[in-house]
């Protein structure tokens, strides 16, 4: 081999070599789609949140298997199937090695999006109707894996509500139940869960009202049908805190001081940032029920820390806590399997291992890939609206407070 001959020799090699390093110290590209403008933006915004305190943490620490992660966010907005399926080819043409998210999608969109890729996708929206589509499926979706309890568990939890009159000191006129939900199987399954569970009981549903998203200021005639009907308790299973609010204002627009004589009670909304700040001293009252915004645990107080030194303020609901979650769940899978782009390896270690969150521990379900509902896993937490702050009182570990009669029953 003669002199230039050896020199180019030397040079390819260096190129592969400088190619090979470049490469391997390429940043891991994680995809976040979620609702950051429109009416779930207030959720998006703190799912946004919650994983970029994740990426900063684990690049504090060098990365995952020496590389830096970079989180490329996507906004779906009203969560429709057109802006599900552009958000997820854009992340996707960029090569992303997971997608994570709480949630970002109406329909069934994501799962037929992302299924197909192989990639780990992570989602936490409770729905029974994704479970059931997945554990039909499991050849199609074994990548798709929602972090969360289904919505239905939420709803016969739900059931002890109904002994809260009792605890608040007040005797409840009767045994009927109004049940509002919005339209939509994330809200649905939980509201028929209860209802189920109520008349099992001896209550009586007298009505049950499924309303469309964007309700807005049109709760009039529902509002006169509880002043008709005299229901005892009202629960409402909404997501639009928008929409929860208007309820609120108008019911006690409608009634002033005086009732109505009834328990209201409602699911998750509260959570969401725009319910309280619409609804101000007309929430004041309001018990509600979701996973704890709060732990006394040591990896939710480093994501508190962490929250309060970077956004200047306490967390807000729970959304930053899942995405946060969502991400430690795949990195700790990633660190194990010692790769990135052995998909099927990391998503069978997401599968296998327990992981201990801010919300809780998720151990995940073979049959549907949802996870396991437990006071000591993914508990589920009772809240009374006191002086404009969200009160935990069930159960006894998270309880800090109790409950007290809602200022609109006599």
């Known amino acids: 081999m003669n002199h230039r001959s050896i020199s180019k020799f030397i040079l390819v090699i260096a190129a592969i070599f ?15 789609p979620m609702p950051l403008t429109g009416p779930y933006a207030g959720d998006g915004v703190e799912m946004k949140k919650g994983l970029e305190l994740a990426m900063e943490r684990a690049n504090e620490k060098g990365g995952l298997l020496g590389r830096k992660v970079e989180v490329l966010f996507g906004d779906t907005a009203d969560m429709s199937s057109e802006n599900v399926t552009s958000v997820a080819k854009r992340l996707l043409g960029s090569k992303v090695d997971a997608v994570i998210t709480y949630y970002q999608a109406v329909g069934s969109t994501a799962l037929t999006v992302y299924g197909p890729t192989g990639i780990p996708y992570l989602y936490a929206p ?9 554990a039909k499926n499991l050849d199609k979706f074994s990548n798709c894996l929602q972090f969360g309890f289904l919505n239905s568990v939420f ?9 809260i009159p009792e605890k608040m000191g007040w005797k409840a006129p009767n045994k009927k139940v109004m ?6 199987p994330v809200m649905t399954y939980p509201a028929e869960a209860f209802n189920k569970d109520a008349k099992e009981k001896g209550y009586d549903v007298v009505h049950y009202e499924k309303y ?17 009907l005299q229901p005892a308790y009202i629960t409402m299973f909404n997501f639009a805190g928008n929409d929860a609010a ?15 004589e009834a328990l209201i009670v409602m699911y998750y909304v509260p959570a969401v940032p725009e319910f309280l700040e619409l609804a101000g001293k007309n929430a004041e009252g309001v018990i509600w029920s979701t996973s704890p915004l709060e732990l006394e645990t040591k990896q939710y107080r480093e994501f508190k820390k962490r929250y309060i030194a ?19 769940i795949w990195a700790q899978a990633v660190e194990r399997a010692g790769c990135v782009e052995c998909y ?30 437990g006071e000591y896993l993914l508990p589920i937490a009772y809240y009374q609206i006191q002086n404009q702050q969200h009160v935990p009182i069930e159960p006894a570990r998270f309880k800090k407070g109790s409950y007290q009669k809602q200022p609109w029953i006599k």
């Open 310 to 328: 970077k956004y200047k303020q306490d967390p807000v609901g729970n959304g930053a806590m899942y995405t946060y979650d969502g991400f430690g």
């Open 126 to 134: 409770f729905r029974d109707d994704l479970a059931e589509m997945t």
């Open 155 to 163: 709803g016969k939890d739900f059931i002890k509500t109904l002994s």
């Open 212 to 228: 469309p998203m964007g309700y807005g200021d049109k709760w009039g005639p529902l509002i006169s049908k509880i002043d008709d």
């Open 246 to 260: 208007a309820f609120m204002n108008q019911l006690r627009d409608y009634f002033g001081s005086d009732g109505p």
């Open 18 to 32: 400088i190619w090979g390093t470049a490469l391997a110290k390429a940043p891991i590209k994680i995809g976040g």
């Open 179 to 184: 049940t509002i939900s919005i339209d939509h």
């Open 344 to 373: 099927s390896r990391v998503v069978s270690l997401i599968k296998e291992s327990v992981f201990d969150g801010a919300s809780g521990s998720y151990v995940f379900k073979p049959d549907d890939l949802s996870v396991l509902m």
